[in-house]
């Protein structure tokens, strides 16, 4: 007797082999994959206390979202127009202009968004750049992310200087100040790796910096010079080192041969988002030193340069592409990323060969289980690994008909196509009805909360429609 026989459908395996199995069928007994075969093989060998009919529909791992920032769910759009000044922007609502309550409602709407477009497992960077003065606010995200079910590992560390940096907390619209101190933010790390980071379980912490390194991208890094990336970057390795933890941050042209020179950070536990512009020589200090690379294809930050990962791919980094969460004008659906994906660089070459389907559903599954060093546990479905399973409906206009399935899934299916999601054994949306939380109860806090945030932050100003908005090629 096991808990769940999945059965009847098409079996996406992504394991070594690639099997796809047409009529296949996968046993889950306590949170965990037993055997992935053929459906006549398993419902002889099985009884099971629930059985799903997957008929006309394809079993896959859950996807795995690599790079993203909590916060943006509640700030969606706003002052998208305002692009050199976006970063400024963000940081005075997250850093001056939140609650716990904001935290913890946003994460329970981005957690709901990215289960039902069939993510089950997310890196979460606590703002824009990180809001290191409290560990209460890491406190609201996990336990908003907790009631929704899926994984998350959250990004904390240091956000863009000059330091000291100015962070204000609320009780009603009352409004207290405070100065905190590179020192300062390296103690809250610390403080919320201790209370919420556990390597197999469901929360884990990375050591996240908004950036590690000085680069040609101005607009990102202000604040982060020579001086306070040494400074910063001692700490960060030490203490990634002390717990066992990742590096994790963002990235760009001429980063990545100064973090080589001077800041010995990079290496196979380091995780680096966007990689926008590099050159060649950096593509192979990655590939020399084991370093992950994550494509963020639908962040704008790709309008200023190309992250090259043809080249990363052949030259052996390991890559993985991201939501890079959304705002100011991007949704959690990964199907979506890795479309934008495959058509930035087929343009760029000239050439449809470019990223093959089946490669694009690696970089959100097994590739990006490598990424965040879970591949033995996620990113596959295996026995013995975590049965965090998803199924999405072939039997729409749109995938119909529904032969050469990876190709389907690839190049036509969105996340709205998702039917049901699984994390480690427990169904968490069954036929897109998510029965454990009340979607409408979320929704209506969220819209509460990012009210509050608009009144208290003063942002209503970049909420309106900008001069050019209508009736001309650009702003």
Known sequence: MIDILIEGGCVVTIDAKRRVLQDGSVAVDQGRIIEVGPSDHLRSKYQA??????VRKVLLPGFIDTHAHAGHGLTKT???????????????IYFRSTTEEFWHAEAQLSGLEKLKFGTTCAVSMLGSAPRCDDPAFSDAHFEGVRDIGIRDILGMGPPRGPWPIAFSTWKGFQRTDRRVTLEDCFKTTERVIQKWHSADGKFQVCVAASSFAPSGYDRVIVGVNDGVARNQSQFLRELAARYDVALHGHCYAGAIDFMRQHLGIL???????HCVGISPEEVKILADTGTKAIHCPNARGHTQGRCPVPELLEAGVNVAVASDATSPDRTFDLLKDIKTAMTLHRTHFRDVKVLPPGKMLELITIDAARVLGLENEIGSLEMGKKADIILIDLDKPHLTPAFMPVHRIVYEATGADVDTVMVEGEILMENRQVKHVDEKKILRNAEREAELMVKRSGVKPFMGMPRKFWGHARY
């Open 78 to 92: 706003i002052g998208e127009h305002a692009y050199r000044g976006w970063f400024l922007l963000m940081d005075h």
């Open 267 to 273: 290496g196979p536990k380091t995780q680096l988002a």
């Open 49 to 54: 206390r629930r059985s799903i009919s997957a």
